[in-house]
């Protein structure tokens, strides 16, 4: 499948998911420019297989997984969430993007649960995949970005 043809829907779907979901408005934005130069240290994943394999990548600050967390358990502002319910938000994010966009992909394919990655960098992590499609957001001044990933030719 070329990457015009879903590119599109996979913008409608990011943009869907954190609107119905979280209640916020996320706008695209070009690579490199303001809140994205800020370091997206939070990554998670998940992988797909079947028809198309490959892996969907959220990559964000420690900031907007913090507002994200608070916002999905309805913490009072004197609570803050754990890393570990930040991950758990996260985690959930990463898979219904994924569940989305698996819509827009060949099929039959289906989900793997969802991967938090401790290092900043995922390329370690994702080196079996090339990438095909990225999206860069911002939500609330903190940048939000989806990677979209193939698997490489040759790599079962």
């Known amino acids: 499948m070329e990457a015009a043809v879903i590119e599109d829907a996979i913008t409608n779907i990011i943009e869907q998911v954190w609107h ?13 420019t303001g809140a994205l130069k800020k370091e997206a240290n939070r990554s998670v994943f998940v992988r797909i297989s079947g028809a198309w394999n490959g892996v969907v990548l959220i990559r964000t600050t420690q900031a907007h997984s ?21 991950v758990d938000c996260l985690k959930e994010t990463c898979n219904v993007v994924a569940g989305n966009m698996k819509t ?51 790599v079962a």
């Not at 309805?74 to 319910?85: G, H, I, Y």
């Not at 989900?111 to 995922?122: I, K, N, R, S, V």
């Open 20 to 32: 119905v979901n979280l209640g916020w408005v996320i706008d695209p934005a070009p690579f490199g």
């Open 66 to 86: 913090l507002a994200i967390a608070k916002r999905m358990f309805k913490l009072p502002p004197d609570r803050s969430p754990t890393k570990a319910e930040q």
């Open 104 to 154: 827009a992909l060949p099929q039959p394919c289906v989900l793997f649960m969802p991967h938090f990655l401790e290092q900043a960098d995922p390329q370690q992590e994702l080196r079996e995949y090339d990438r095909f499609l990225s999206f860069a957001f911002v939500c609330s001044d903190e940048p939000v970005i989806v990677v979209l990933y193939k698997q490489k030719v040759g």
